[in-house]
């Protein structure tokens, strides 16, 4: 069987004419057509003969006659072939169906291709499938930690390590994770080779930065040490997308200081930058820590018009409203009391109601 005769095998079902070879009908393998094409597109058909010969053997050995190849010595030139890594850079990047390119890479584990080499490939194909799905919640995260650990098998010795680790930087950047993201783009660095996946990395850095950083702040607020939350918060540049946030952290870090008036001055530079209920809810906190009442009831109900936690709001100006407007503090007690069934709430409900009796039979008695 001459050249022409196996290339009727191993390319599509319709004419291809590539110069010196013509093709009329036969199976269809993509990435030896493609390579075909390049060739002869780039007057580079002699050079590009050895790696037709090996995506030739490929094809034989898995999609046409695997007796075939091997009578024809395709197996030799096959396993551990210096063009091994052209293969998979042409499959990752020239194959566009998904199935295609995983059943190719699966074949590439009777060629001496390490496992772990492998499982790098496939599960960036997965990744690139995720992508695709409308996963959120604790199934986006369970296929994210699915991937995640899929990548860890990937060794130091892989050619493929410091890629891995960019694709475990995305994936954790993807759900909100950025420290353990900036962490993984940085070790990239400490790597030696690869100046392309470093420049890469140092651009994930860059932008991670600031993101890392106001993860940091929540973090440490959470746990109420000011001092770094503080820190971290002056490590955030002006390219920050979102400077209301800056504003609303020093607020944060401000209230839990009891230094309303700070709180409430960075709380109306967040709300000057954007509507956020959560912000006007902050602020009657501010303003109850003034014991300016009037004036944080009207923040609550500024909270409640925009749409924030209505249980917590309703809750809080029950409290407000209290003994002052006994109608109000039911009105927004029952509020509470209908998005949460608590005893503290029907406790606080029964001497409303009791106070409210005691009012009504005074005006009657007069």
Known sequence: MNLEDELVFLTMNEDLDLG??????????????????????????????PYTEFLKGMALCFYVNRNLALDKGYDQILVNSPFIPRLIQDIMLKIE?????KALLGSLKDLGIQEEDLTYLLTSLEEKDLAGKDL???????????????????????PFYPQALLHMSS??????????????????????????????????????EDYA??????????????????????????????????????????????????ALENLKEALDIAENPYYYERMGLAYLGLEEVEKAREAYEKALETGFDPYTIHHNLSYLYGEENLDQAIYHGEAAF????????????NYLENLKKGLDTEDNSL
């Not at 493609?34 to 050079?47: F, H, N, P, V």
């Not at 140092?202 to 932008?207: D, L």
């Not at 959470?222 to 400077?243: C, E, I, M, T």
Request: no cysteine; proline share 3%; glycine share 6%.
């Open 171 to 208: 994936l954790y950047a993807g759900t909100g994770r950025y420290i353990k993201a900036r962490h993984y783009a940085k070790e990239v660095l400490t790597l030696q080779g690869q100046e392309e996946v470093k420049i890469k990395a140092r651009e994930a850095v860059e932008e991670l």
């Open 97 to 101: 169906d998904q199935d295609l390119k």
């Open 213 to 262: 950083n106001m993860e940091a702040v929540q973090s440490y607020l959470h746990v109420q040490d000011l001092d770094r939350a503080a820190a971290h918060l002056n490590k955030v540049s002006g390219n920050y997308p979102n400077p209301d946030q800056i504003s609303f952290f020093k607020a944060s870090i401000a209230l839990a200081k009891e230094d309303y008036e700070g």
């Open 136 to 158: 959120q919640g604790q199934d986006l995260d369970a296929e994210v930690s699915r991937l995640i650990q899929a990548y860890n098998q990937v060794g130091k010795d892989s």
């Open 20 to 49: 010196p070879i013509r093709v009329e009908r036969g199976e269809d393998l993509p990435l030896l057509r493609t390579s075909l094409i390049q060739g002869a597109r780039d007057k580079t058909w002699k050079e590009a003969i």
């Open 338 to 349: 209908n998005l949460k069934n608590s005893k503290e709430m029907v406790d606080w409900l």
